[in-house]
């Protein structure tokens, strides 16, 4: 079973950066979309940024301009690069691989200070 695992999160002022990544344990080329979500107490998780193929890219309307989605198969890697953080960014990222693999990794925090 394919494994994803999240890094890169911490603590941020608002206006400041952060790059989360994520590593498959297995050859993700085989995988169509890549996609980033979050999730902040007491909310749902939400969708954040997909990457499919090399280089389609689909952003939610609150991150667009501001994330960036890439994907590295010969590392087995997503990255989002997240600049001009805000407080409502403050959360759980999650990555998820689509089929065939279906996987969800287990969470990162994100926390992004007033």
């Known amino acids: 079973q394919v494994q994803l695992v999240e890094s890169g999160g911490g603590l941020v002022p608002a206006g400041g950066s952060l790059t989360l990544s994520c590593t498959a344990s297995?050859?993700?080329?085989?995988?169509?979309?890549m996609s980033w979500y979050r999730q902040s107490p007491g909310n749902q998780r939400e969708f954040v940024a997909r990457?499919?193929?090399?280089?389609?890219?689909t952003y939610a309307d609150s991150v667009q301009g501001r994330f960036a989605i890439a994907r590295d198969n010969a590392k087995r890697t997503v990255t989002l690069q997240m600049n001009s953080l805000r407080p409502e960014d403050t959360g759980i990222y999650y990555c998820?691989?689509?089929?065939?693999?279906?996987?969800w990794g287990q969470g990162t925090q994100v926390t992004v200070s007033s």
């Open positions: 998820n691989a689509a089929s065939p693999y279906r996987a």
């Open positions: 297995h050859d993700i080329s085989v995988v169509n979309a």
């Open positions: 990457i499919i193929g090399s280089d389609r890219t």
